[in-house]
């Protein structure tokens, strides 16, 4: 992998990791239609630690949200009262959103890297992707805000996630379907859905960490994903920003309607 090729990919994860249009999804797709090969383990490990240049991205963007629901958690605990406070209830739901997708990823981690060397089928689940989307708009009231959430709310939000896991099914887009069905309005549902990716993405970063220690060519593949993190983190950062300004006056359509052009474009293509 070149430090070009690196910042693209980087450049890919950063926009698309937060829109919900299925970063896994585009990771597929760039290199198969730019006529990149790289190796198996490399292609998965890279995407998976290039997503922790969008975490620093949620960390810095929601720094103080993030760390008035540590402080209220952890003063929680040692209070010896865990749902007293708003920001320690918070904390709970984003753990309780974490459990569905990370059981599901650790029990199925095999079967679903499978689904990264197909892209047909990340064409086929970009439509599915452009379905979630609709049914939010369609099926979602839009009439409560976050401080409204409850655990039903973020379990619901939760088992939304673990479709995600598959490629071409964004996992902005399920979780913000998730939300919008509970009836959160659209900046309220974004907000919980970024804030629970904080979790998710330290997960499947240590994971990949883990395979990373694994590789033979681990001093040759440094270089391009320092690159990838840091082109991704900058661009996730933008992403963030740009998106709560969107999704406070406009509706996901623009977003469906790319899914399934590009879904439908794929499996012709294919």
Not at 39 to 46: S, T
Not at 116 to 134: I, Q, S
Request: hydrophobic share 55%; proline share 4%.
């Amino acid at each position: 992998m070149t430090l070009l090729q690196a910042a693209v990919l980087g450049l890919v994860q950063g926009l698309t990791e937060f829109i919900p249009v299925s970063s896994s999804g585009h990771l597929v797709l760039v290199p198969h239609f730019l006529g990149w090969h790289f190796p198996e383990e490399h292609a998965f490990v890279f995407d998976v630690l290039v997503q922790m240049g969008t975490l620093v991205a949620v960390l810095v963007y929601f720094r103080q949200e993030l760390i008035a629901i540590t402080r209220a958690f952890l003063l929680g605990l040692v209070q010896r009262r865990p749902f007293a406070d708003a920001d320690a209830r918070m904390g709970w739901y984003l753990i309780l959103a974490t459990i569905p997708a990370a059981v599901v990823g650790l029990l199925c981690k095999h079967s679903i890297e499978k689904f990264f060397a197909d892209p047909k089928m990340t064409g086929v689940f970009l439509l599915g992707t452009a379905l979630l989307l609709l049914i939010a708009e369609k099926a979602g009231r839009r009439c409560r805000s976050i401080e409204q959430l409850n655990w039903q709310d973020s379990l619901w939000i939760g088992f939304s996630q673990v479709i995600a896991l598959l490629p071409g099914l964004s996992r902005s887009g399920a979780t913000l379907a998730g939300g919008m069905t509970r009836h959160l309005d659209r900046p309220a549902a974004a907000r919980f859905s970024f804030l629970m990716s904080v979790p998710v993405m330290v997960g499947a970063g240590v994971l990949a960490v883990k395979d990373l220690l694994a590789l033979h060519t681990i001093s040759e593949f440094l270089p391009p994903l320092l690159v990838g993190f840091l082109t991704a983190m900058i661009s996730g950062y933008i992403a963030i920003r740009w998106l709560i300004a969107y999704l406070s006056k406009h509706s996901l359509y623009l977003f469906a309607g790319y899914c399934a052009v590009l879904g439908l474009a794929v499996i012709l293509l294919m």
